[in-house]
């Protein structure tokens, strides 16, 4: 997708961009000074706390909060009624939000208060009198999909016969028993992709295998719990300071769900202590703004650690099944699997996603995938890092690691006999360009972690990851200060270390330096859209808009320079951080530095500034292949990570330090996901464990260094190459962690988390069938 | 409840404030003081990105409760650089980008100062265990123990250095050695 005609093809030679320098928010973050959600405060602001269903499912019959109003010191209460239903406002939201009548999972916000104080405000909230007629409830996916389950949404979505949507053998076989009644209106949608004829193509396999799976839900986990500080005031005009990955969401949903004109909310983010999908929608920040409304006085909401696990988005749970044929020399003929997600309260799984990436990684000629999108009473699942894609990789990758053992094949032999690559047909639809799947395997073949020799108890597992890489609106300015500095102004938040990047390309695109950009993330009223810092699309999106508008910039200053020689504009050019004569002037004036021509710039026509605005596309996706090994001890089924190895391509890695980062951190999101991680529910539905004394997110001494390998097979859907890589990078290791414990000690788990209990289980397992 | 007036040394700075008995030292720090540098990220002791020094003792400032640090000496975040020079460890995490979001980091290194005044070359595993009270969702870990170790490997360097000038500070750091004993699992909670 070339840019414009000016745009070369590909750039290859590289100056700032590949090199490591210190981010321009570092020294404010390691000295505390950075402002993150819960460090803004307004003057005379109020603490807003939000009231929460003890119950899993209940109606709510009535609340009287006429006691928490009168107490000293409270200045707002308010429930749903405070929040009525705007026309065209996403009513799932609407609900999510604050109760309407029913709550649909434990924690879902019932009320909310501003008081002076926290003391005030936590005494308020019990003052709150809710009336609650206890319904049935279910937060399983299986169960909720069985005839007979609590419906969690009434008349909303048709019951389902599961006959009638499937017509293969086997999964009429594995679903008999279910057809003979309805099968619950809990299915919120069902997704089919592939193609070919998976029936014929296992009629040619030489071994198949097939399984079940099921994947507990798991918390995003970032450090920062939801933070914003809302102040409406009595003109109606208002502004939000937030963390968020979305800012210009935050406003357009907010603006929608008040009944406010967009143009009335400025939004500010804050630095952001992490998000990794979860703070990709509202939960606190339209509550904020209506406390504030009804107060009339800035409101701060921030939440406590339990009830972000409570009511913020964990990922789906799943249950799985996969079947994968192939012949003995390894070529899989026929590939096929039923996903099922829930997604909560609300649909919106990401199963279809899931279902997009199952099978992703190869070149298969019969294919097919259903994917279910089921409700429970469970909180609204909100995007985590590749949403849906690490479960099927899960299921799918744990089929592929069996096969290659009862073939005797190398794992990642197996995975290069049937790699997607250039030309591939991919099992979504979509025909992939230039992928790089191929040259993370042969690298990982090639890493000294691949050759180390494993001891007893010890086992090495290979899995390999796909995802797509978003694109979208991105918007972005640059401003030429006075001294020949640049302020660049980006509007896709800067989750971690981006704003490191979009100063390299600037300065790479440029010619200067990297000390003369600064970069800043913009408020929504500062500059025009941009999409949430979502789907691994930041470098990519507003990389891509950085050199357009830097180029627009490089035009503008290229016209003042021709101005300054009296020849015409299209006689100069830009070259290392000046404007030089071209064609038959050249040679014929000194160069004029960026420096002179900002110093200039009042008196040749005015300020200078290079925009560009852009609905992206052309992300290239992003493969990786994980080998880890593991130590099972087999008296404790406690299992230790030795090495563990991300080999990913990055198309062109802009920073390596943080495209590194962004390796590790989501193998150890995954590592976590397979080793601990799990929502546990009661029997009445409720949450147990909603902290991390008890949710378990890896610690400095579960894991081992990090080995990372960066296999860069440009993306020619941008200048410079780049591919996202944020997401990928926790597709893997879920397989990749299991595989290596099957080869261990010959157990393979299929569901996680696998903790030691299960490990030990499953080992007294397989020693007494051997006994 | 009536509030609690309070004498302390924050930073070496002498500090009064008043506070409800109710209020942790994390509170007082970030509501009553304004020093923000020290994150709330769970308020259970949990993930230790509330880490301070109270007396040379690394506790995370929300078990502690604000009313009980008078007469006690408090080192937060905020006092870790000198002046407009950044602490070894705040230099090192920047330049090899051990931090991602950033929201631990102050915890980070508050604990790993904590760790390097009492063992200035401690084992990957030691550094592991020390730190196992922090948590980070962004990293992996990787590079934060990574900079750790090279900051105490320059700290070992310029101590050698200044003790070849200075024959005498070498003895003295040597009998700090025993203290990386002491580095284990679970000391920093029994220090």
């Not at chain 1, 003979?180 to 992709?193: D, H, L, M, P």
């Not at chain 1, 800012?247 to 143009?263: E, K, N, T, Y």
């Amino acid at each position: 997708m070339p840019l414009d005609a000016n745009t070369p093809d590909l750039r290859t030679e590289f100056k700032s961009v590949g090199t490591r320098p210190n981010r321009p928010d570092g020294v404010d973050k390691v000295t505390g000074r950075a402002r993150f959600g819960a460090d803004f405060s307004a003057p005379g602001q109020l603490v807003g706390l939000v009231l929460r269903s003890p119950h899993a499912h209940a109606k709510i019959k009535s609340i009287d909060t006429s006691a928490a109003e009168a107490l000293p010191g409270v200045k707002a209460v308010i429930t749903y009624k405070d929040i009525p239903e705007q026309a065209g406002c996403d009513k799932d939201v609407l609900v999510n939000i604050m109760a309407r009548g029913t709550a649909l999972y434990d924690g879902h916000a019932v009320a909310a208060v501003a008081a002076t104080d926290a003391a005030v405000a936590r005494k308020a909230l019990k003052l709150i009198k809710v009336e609650y007629k206890v319904l049935k409830h279910v937060t399983d996916v299986d169960e909720a999909m069985k005839p007979g389950a609590p419906v969690i949404h009434p008349g909303r979505f048709e019951p389902v016969e599961f006959e009638s949507l499937e017509t293969a053998s086997h999964v009429k076989g594995k679903e008999e028993k279910k057809t003979k009644t309805r099968a619950g209106s809990n299915i919120a949608g069902r997704y089919v992709f592939g193609h070919g004829d998976v029936d014929k193509g296992f009629k040619q396999a030489d071994i198949i295998v097939e399984h079940e799976f099921k994947t507990e839900a798991t918390h995003q986990g970032y450090i920062e719990p939801h933070a914003c500080v809302a102040s409406v005031s009595t003109d109606g005009m208002a502004e939000l300071w937030v963390c968020t990955q979305g800012p210009f969401m935050v406003r357009d949903v907010c603006a929608s769900l008040l009944g406010m004109d967009v143009s009335r909310l400025r939004v500010t983010p804050s630095e952001i202590g992490g998000g990794f999908g979860g703070k990709t929608t509202v939960f606190i920040e339209p509550v904020a703004l209506a406390l504030s409304r009804k107060a009339g006085k800035p409101v701060k909401v921030v939440m406590s650690r339990s009830e972000v696990f409570r009511c913020t988005g964990p990922t789906s749970s799943s249950s799985m099944w996969v079947r994968i044929g192939a012949k003995k020399d390894g070529t899989f003929v026929a590939a096929d699997a039923v996903l099922k997600y829930q997604g909560g309260a609300f649909p919106g799984s990401p199963v279809e996603m899931g279902a997009m990436c199952a099978f992703a990684c190869y070149d298969l000629r019969n294919v097919r995938i259903v994917g279910y999108d089921v409700v429970t009473n469970r909180p609204k699942q909100a995007a985590y890092r590749a949403p849906g894609a690490p479960m099927s990789a899960f299921a799918v990758e744990g089929v592929i690691g069996e096969i290659a053992e009862k073939l005797g094949m190398d794992a990642i032999d197996i995975r290069l006999k049937n790699a997607a690559k250039e030309g591939t047909v991919s099992s979504y639809g979509p025909t992939f360009g230039p992928v790089g799947l191929v040259e993370t395997l042969e690298a990982a073949k090639a890493h000294k972690n691949y050759k180390v020799k494993l001891g007893k108890n010890q086992g090495r597992g290979v899995a390999s990851g796909f995802w797509f890489n978003f694109a979208g609106n991105t918007c972005v300015s640059i401003n030429l200060n006075v001294d020949g500095t640049l302020a660049l102004a980006l509007g896709t938040v800067d989750i971690g270390g981006s704003r490191a990047s979009m100063c390299l390309i600037a300065a790479e695109e440029l010619g200067i330096s990297y000390d003369d950009v600064r970069a800043i993330i913009a408020d929504t009223s500062s500059l025009g859209y941009n999409d949430i810092s979502e789907g691994s699309r930041v470098t990519f999106s507003s990389g891509l808009a950085t050199i357009k508008a830097v180029r627009d910039l490089k035009v503008r200053m290229c016209g003042r320079a021709a101005k300054i020689w009296g020849i015409p504009e299209d006689a100069v050019k830009w070259e290392n951080g000046a404007a030089h004569p071209a064609g038959a002037n050249a040679g014929g004036f000194d160069p004029l530095s960026i420096k002179e021509i900002a110093a200039q710039a009042s008196a040749t026509g005015g300020p200078l500034a290079g925009h560009y605005e852009v609905n992206a596309e052309g992300a290239g996706p992003s493969f990786a292949t994980h080998v880890c090994d593991v130590e099972v001890d087999p008296e404790t089924g406690a299992m230790k990570v030795l090495r563990y190895l991300v080999v990913q391509d990055a198309g062109k890695a802009i920073h390596p330090s943080y495209v590194e980062g962004q390796y590790q951190g989501g193998a150890v999101q995954g590592i976590g996901w397979v080793l601990n991680e799990e929502y546990f529910y009661g029997k009445d539905g409720t949450l147990q464990n909603a902290g991390f004394l008890d949710y378990r997110i890896p610690v400095c001494s579960d894991v081992p260094m990090i080995d990372t390998v960066i296999v860069e097979v440009p993306n020619p859907g941008h200048p410079y190459g780049v591919r996202g890589v944020g997401e990928t990078s926790i597709v893997p290791p879920l397989a990749c962690v299991a595989n290596a414990v099957s080869s261990a000690i010959g157990v393979r788990a299929r569901t996680l988390p696998m903790s030691p209990p299960k490990v030990l289980a499953a080992l007294e397992g397989v020693n007494a069938s051997k006994a | 409840m009536s509030a609690v007036h309070v004498s302390t040394k924050i930073n070496g700075d002498d500090v009064e404030f008043v506070c409800r008995p109710d209020e942790s030292l994390l509170d007082v720090l970030r509501d009553r003081l304004g020093m923000t540098g020290s994150k709330e990220g769970c308020g259970t002791g949990d993930c230790g990105a509330c880490s301070v020094e109270l007396d040379g003792r690394l506790v995370c400032s929300c078990l502690v409760m604000g009313a009980e640090v008078g007469g006690h000496a408090i080192a937060t975040i905020e006092g870790m650089a000198q002046g407009d020079k950044l602490h070894p460890l705040q230099q090192k995490f920047l330049e090899g980008a051990a931090l991602q979001c950033g929201i631990c980091t102050p915890g980070f290194l508050i604990a790993a100062r904590s760790l390097l005044e009492r063992n200035m070359d401690p084992t990957e595993t030691e550094v592991r265990y020390w730190l196992a009270g922090n948590l980070c969702r962004c990293t992996g870990y990787d590079k934060i123990v990574r900079a750790v170790m090279d900051t105490a490997k320059d700290m070992r360097k310029a101590a050698a250095k200044s003790s070849a000038k200075k024959p005498a500070a070498k003895k003295a750091a040597a009998k700090k050695s025993p203290a990386k004993k002491t580095a284990k699992k679970g000391a920093r909670h029994a220090a």
